[in-house]
């Protein structure tokens, strides 16, 4: 999304909301005064990113705990014989 000087968006991969002003918004606010500024919906994409992230990792680190397991009860298993 490209918004000129006065918040009025010029162009968008979204049609619909061309035109429509985002001079209320306080990204918008803060970079009309030369501040670096990140809207809401990234700051929740990267949250989201951030969560899912530790989700696989979580997973992963559980995934290499089943394997460890299922190798030490298979060697358990050949220590027994059924006579």
Do not use: W
């Not at 918008?28 to 899912?52: C, H, M, N, P, Y």
């Amino acid at each position: 999304m490209v918004m000129d000087k006065n918040g009025l968006i010029v162009a968008s991969s979204n049609e619909s909301v061309l035109n429509s002003s985002r001079s209320d918004r306080d990204y918008f606010q803060q970079a009309i005064k030369g501040k670096a500024a990140v809207s809401d919906a990234l700051e929740e994409v990267t949250a989201t990113v951030q969560e899912q992230s530790a989700m696989v990792q979580n997973l992963a680190e559980m995934v290499e705990t089943i394997e460890s397991l299922s190798n030490e009860l298979a060697q358990a298993a050949g220590e027994f014989k059924v006579e």
